[in-house]
């Protein structure tokens, strides 16, 4: 429900800050883990709002907290977008290769 509520404000594409606080209320606080769905999930809905709101030192950093707990494609592919983005282009190639290399195994 956090996140669906969280979600709609966010859409809403002038409730960014609104979701962010939601989030927040749900993650990162000694007593949760990134382990546990619902937080995760609100760590990557926060790093979207982040993303929305241009804060992109943000938003990275909710997308490798993520990714350092569990491997993502969506999650790599949005940490590859900041950083083309933010004009490094070496790292967003790196990651967006990751998720080539990670696809074409899963196929075979």
Same mark, same amino acid.
């Given at each position: 429900?956090?996140?669906? $509520?969280?979600? &709609? !404000? ?12 939601l989030y927040n ?5 000694? %007593? ?7 937080? #995760?999930? +609100? !760590?990557v809905s926060r790093?979207?709002? &982040? &993303?929305?709101? /241009?804060? #992109?030192?943000?938003?990275? /950093?909710?997308?490798?907290?993520? !990714?350092?707990?569990? %491997?993502?494609? *969506? ?16 790292? +967003?190639?790196?990651? #967006?290769?990751? $998720?080539?290399? *990670?696809? &074409?195994?899963?196929?075979?």
């Open positions: 429900m956090v996140i669906e $509520i969280g979600h &709609f !404000l966010s859409n809403r594409d002038t409730e960014h800050d609104r979701a962010i606080k209320k749900y993650i990162l606080d000694k %007593s949760n883990e990134l382990s546990d769905p619902v937080n #995760y999930m +609100a !760590l790093g979207i709002a &982040f &993303f929305w709101l /241009k804060e #992109y030192g943000k938003s990275g /950093k909710d997308f490798e907290d993520t !990714l350092a707990e569990e %491997s993502s494609n *969506q999650v790599a592919y949005n940490r590859g977008s900041i950083y083309a983005i933010t004009r490094n282009y070496n790292k +967003a190639i790196n990651y #967006y290769k990751a $998720i080539i290399k *990670q696809l &074409f195994m899963v196929v075979k």
